[in-house]
T-cell receptor, first 111, second 114 residues
Framework: AQTVTQSQPEMSVQEAETVTLSCTYD???????LFWYKQPPSRQMILVIR??????QNATENRFSVNFQKAAKSFSLKISDSQLGDAAMYFC????????FGAGTRLTVKP | KAGVTQTPRYLIKTRGQQVTLSCSPI?????VSWYQQTPGQGLQFLFE???????NKGNFPGRFSGRQFSNSRSEMNVSTLELGDSALYLC?????????????FGNGTRLTVT
C-alpha cells in the first residue's frame, strides 16, 4: 500500500522568511508522481508544484521548490519569501494508479 | 476555461436518506475522481471514472457509487446515509493520462448528515 506521511500538523513562518514542509511516502512502484496541493479557506485544492519520480532535477515554481530524495522517499516543499496569501493547508500527494494524500500541514504566516 | 464545478455547495440530509452530488469537469477532461475529506481521516480517494468507466476504486462501502456520462460529467451517490458520511466531498478532473496529469479540483460539496 502507498502511504503519504506529513509529520508536521502545523507550521508557522514570518512573512518574507523561508519555510520547509516535510513529506515522506512509502511505495514499491518505480514510476510515480508527487504533488503539493494548497487548500485555502475557500476549500478549493490548488496545485502548487509537481515532480516526476524519474526526474532527478528538483521542480521549481517561482517561490516554491521541492527537495526530492527518491531513495529516501522524501519530498519536502520549500516556500521562499513567504507571503500572507501562502497561509493554507498544504497536502503532499502521491500518484501511481490513484492519488493518495497526506494528512496535511497547516501553515500560518505571521506579518 | 471554466474550472471544475460541483453542485450543490452545501447539503443537509438525515440518516437513512440518499444523496446525489454532481461534478462538471474542465472542458476536455475525461477523468473525474472523487474524494472525501474529513478532519479525522483527511482526504480519501473514493473512485475515478474515465470515459464513462470506473477505472479505480478506493476502500469505501458499496453505499458509495458513482457514474460518468458521455459528456464527462459525473455524479456520486451515497445511499442509506450515516452520520459518519458528513464530510466535504471533492471532485477533481484531469485529462486522464498517466503521464503526470495533475488534478484540478472543484470547491467541493459540504454534506451534513443529521
Amino acid at each position: 500500500a502507498q502511504t503519504v506521511t506529513q509529520s508536521q500538523p502545523e507550521m508557522s513562518v514570518q512573512e518574507a522568511e523561508t519555510v520547509t514542509l516535510s513529506c515522506t511516502y512509502d511505495t514499491s512502484e518505480s514510476d510515480y508522481y508527487l504533488f503539493w496541493y494548497k487548500q485555502p479557506p475557500s476549500r478549493q485544492m490548488i496545485l502548487v508544484i509537481r515532480q516526476e519520480a524519474y526526474k532527478q532535477q528538483n521542480a521549481t515554481e517561482n517561490r516554491f521548490s521541492v527537495n526530492f530524495q527518491k531513495a529516501a522517499k522524501s519530498f519536502s516543499l520549500k516556500i521562499s519569501d513567504s507571503q500572507l496569501g501562502d497561509a493554507a493547508m498544504y497536502f503532499c500527494a502521491y500518484m501511481a494508479w490513484d492519488m493518495r494524500f497526506g494528512a496535511g500541514t497547516r501553515l500560518t504566516v505571521k506579518p | 476555461k471554466a474550472g471544475v464545478t460541483q453542485t450543490p455547495r452545501y447539503l443537509i440530509k438525515t440518516r437513512g436518506q440518499q444523496v446525489t452530488l454532481s461534478c462538471s469537469p474542465i472542458s476536455g477532461h475525461r477523468s473525474v475522481s472523487w474524494y472525501q475529506q474529513t478532519p479525522g481521516q483527511g482526504l480519501q480517494f473514493l473512485f475515478e471514472y474515465f470515459s464513462e468507466t470506473q477505472r479505480n476504486k478506493g476502500n469505501f462501502p458499496g453505499r458509495f457509487s458513482g457514474r460518468q456520462f458521455s459528456n464527462s460529467r459525473s455524479e456520486m451517490n451515497v445511499s442509506t446515509l450515516e452520520l459518519g458520511d458528513s464530510a466535504l466531498y471533492l471532485c477533481a478532473s484531469s485529462d486522464g493520462g498517466r503521464d503526470n496529469s495533475p488534478l484540478h479540483f472543484g470547491n467541493g460539496t459540504r454534506l451534513t448528515v443529521t
